[in-house]
């Protein structure tokens, strides 16, 4: 069965410092997503994309934060000047269309330290 | 405003018991579309079912089940004969109309099944 897959599954990186966290999301799926979660809190949106364009973006996605698909592939979710706050759950996902179910990926645990 | 509310922060039961779990929605939008997810403590995200706002048949899958009901915004979710690996956090969530992606979450229900 198909899946999304996330790389790395743990980062841990110094404040101030830039990460890229990659995703293979489902090969026929058009709508792809970055969410995060903060320990012990509830899934946030953090950015949706579709057809090479951001199709919207929340309040948490601000300039630190871009996202690129920079082949037929991969779709990265890069922060550019880490916070402490950033520490998180990554998760990326993935639909066949836009109301459709999102599958997730397992997750990139970003610790910034 | 579009809000999902989860009011069960934690839910502890014995395993064959049955338990079910709440969750009640805001939206304006008149098509919408209703989720389930599981959060196992392995982290993932398992996807359990998905409802659109103009189905409002009860979804029976094996041990879950589903109870949509509009008249009180409510997509309730019942395991019945609980067993210790439906031990996880589970999510409602709400796409609205005028989304371009975003799921909403509620703040989950930690459900614990002890042997």
């Known amino acids: 069965e198909p899946e999304v897959t996330q790389t790395p599954s743990h980062q841990v990186t110094q404040m101030g410092q830039e990460v890229i966290l990659r995703c293979v999301p489902i090969s026929n799926h058009l709508y792809f997503y970055w969410y995060r979660q903060i320990l012990g809190q509830k899934v946030e949106f953090l950015v949706s994309f579709y057809n090479n364009e951001i199709s919207e973006k929340s309040e948490i996605f601000d300039d630190q934060f871009s996202v690129e698909r920079p082949d037929g592939s991969n779709f990265t979710l890069k922060i550019r000047s880490t916070k402490l706050e950033d520490s998180a759950m990554y998760f990326c996902a993935s639909s066949p269309g836009l109301s459709y179910e999102q599958y997730f990926g397992p997750g990139t645990r970003l610790t910034v330290t | ?115």
Do not use: H, M
């Open chain 2, 1 to 115: 405003a579009q809000k999902v509310t989860q009011a069960q922060t934690e839910i502890s039961v014995v395993e064959k018991e049955d338990v079910t779990l709440d969750c009640v929605y805001e939206t304006r939008d008149t098509t919408y579309y209703l989720f389930w997810y599981k959060q196992p403590p392995s982290g993932e995200l398992v996807f359990l079912i998905r409802r659109n706002s103009f189905d409002e048949q009860n979804e029976i899958s094996g041990r879950y089940s589903w109870n949509f009901q509009k008249s009180t915004s409510s997509f309730n979710f019942t395991i019945t004969a609980s067993q210790v690996v439906d031990s996880a956090v589970y999510f409602c969530a709400l796409f609205y109309g005028g989304s371009q992606g975003n799921l909403i979450f509620g703040k989950g229900t930690k459900l614990s099944v002890k042997p």
